[in-house]
Nanobody, 115 residues
Framework: QVQVVESGGGLVQAGGSLRLSCAAS????????MAWYRQSPGKEREFVAR????????LYADSVKGRVTISRDNAKNTVYLQMNSLKPEDTAIYYCNVRNGYNYWGQGTQVTVSS
């Protein structure tokens, strides 16, 4: 059994910051990478950022590049998403994805940015 749990979402004004966390636990090993996706009402889920577990290499969507930083704590099987200069269009449910040959998703955490 593998659990993926996100936290840190909330309501913030435009220009503000939030830090999301995602912890993977249970029978999980050999993580390849962890990533964040988001989904707004009426839209498809979209990629936000990814970090490779061994090397720490990162990849960002153009829409968040320069405003968002993904980082990891290998010992805790945890990934973080620091989001700055938030915009109303960043409002979405943010999902954590863990890959180790299998694909695991969390339940999501709501981020709401008010204008």
């Amino acid at each position: 059994q593998v659990q993926v749990v996100e936290s840190g979402g909330g309501l913030v004004q435009a220009g503000g910051s939030l830090r999301l966390s995602c912890a993977a636990s249970g029978r999980i090993s050999s993580i390849v990478d962890m990533a964040w996706y988001r989904q707004s009402p009426g839209k498809e889920r979209e990629f936000v950022a990814r970090i490779t577990w061994s090397s720490g290499n990162t990849l960002y969507a153009d829409s968040v590049k320069g405003r968002v930083t993904i980082s990891r704590d290998n010992a805790k099987n945890t990934v973080y998403l620091q989001m700055n200069s938030l915009k109303p269009e960043d409002t979405a449910i943010y999902y954590c994805n863990v890959r180790n040959g299998y694909n695991y998703w969390g339940q999501g955490t709501q981020v709401t940015v008010s204008s």
